[in-house]
């Protein structure tokens, strides 16, 4: 099974009118023709007849699925990145004692004067 996807969001000069789909083949009218096996062999994946066409049949649901999405009618719609509203849950900035410098190097496993001592990790040219 082969499948071609032409880009059609709206606006898009190349679009096709929105609508359902017109012809067994087709989406939109347009032909669809996306070669699983090429897929399959860029993708580097052996796959057999059968899944080829299974996964052909599961491509070609997909593709029916996303016509059937842009039939839907958007127009006042805003457009959205997440289905609930999300806000930062952020706690407000306190200043708040830090911790004494002496105690927590003095925990350290090497340290040289104020600093953690730590091996090296770039190599040197």
Known sequence: MRWIVRP??????????????????????????????KVARLARLALTPEEMERYGAQLGAILEHAVSLQALDIEGVPPTAHPLPMLNALRPDEVEETLDREEVLSQAPDREGPYFRVPPFLEEA
């Open 8 to 37: 059609s969001w709206p606006g898009c000069p190349a679009a096709p009118p929105r609508g359902p789909q017109l012809a067994p083949g087709t989406i939109l009218g347009v032909p669809v023709d996306i070669d699983i096996a």
